[in-house]
């Protein structure tokens, strides 16, 4: 009886913090991202013709205008819990562009710059995409409050 009970909170706790956590974590990641891409300078030149076919015909100024902002977007609406899904697309289809561009040929391990943090930001998404941003969202207060009309 205390098990089911202590299990039915954290039941309904994670229903609250789960995707929160999940959220700020990675939005943490995307923005440290965004911002290095805003202060730095364009180096997607040097690289773009390992970008993986529609991306390496964008002009690189493009490509990284993009980048750099779909990041910073991307942060804030996740913090939020706004368009998360939406927002969880994007920033898979660029890390997957960074994947094969960045770190595909540098194995596994990420001090080798390897692929390793990409697969953990992608299977990071997963739950955000299929599941949504959890009750601490504005996406979860939107649909609650149409919901009702």
């Not at 202590?6 to 440290?32: P, T």
């Not at 997607?44 to 991306?55: E, L, S, V």
């Not at 964008?58 to 910073?72: G, M, N, Q, Y």
């Not at 390897?114 to 979860?140: A, R, T």
Request: hydrophobic fraction near 50%; proline fraction near 5%.
């Amino acid at each position: 009886l205390f098990t089911q009970r202590a299990f039915a909170q954290l039941d309904n706790a994670g229903d609250y913090l789960s995707m929160l956590v999940l959220r700020l974590f990675i939005a943490y990641e995307y923005w440290e991202s965004g911002v290095s891409k805003f202060n730095g300078s364009n180096w997607f030149a040097d690289i773009q013709d390992k970008f993986p076919f529609p991306f390496n015909v964008v002009p690189p100024d493009i490509s990284w205008f993009l980048a750099t902002w779909s990041e910073l977007l991307g942060a804030v609406a996740l913090v939020i819990g706004l368009g998360t899904r939406f927002f969880s697309v994007s920033l898979i289809i660029l890390t997957i562009v960074a994947w094969v561009s960045v770190h595909s040929g540098n194995g596994y391990n990420v001090c080798s710059n390897g692929f390793k943090l990409p697969l953990i930001y992608l299977v990071m998404f997963i739950p955000l995409l299929f599941s949504g941003p959890g009750k601490l969202s504005l996406d979860h207060l939107i649909a609650k409050r149409f919901s009702t009309l």
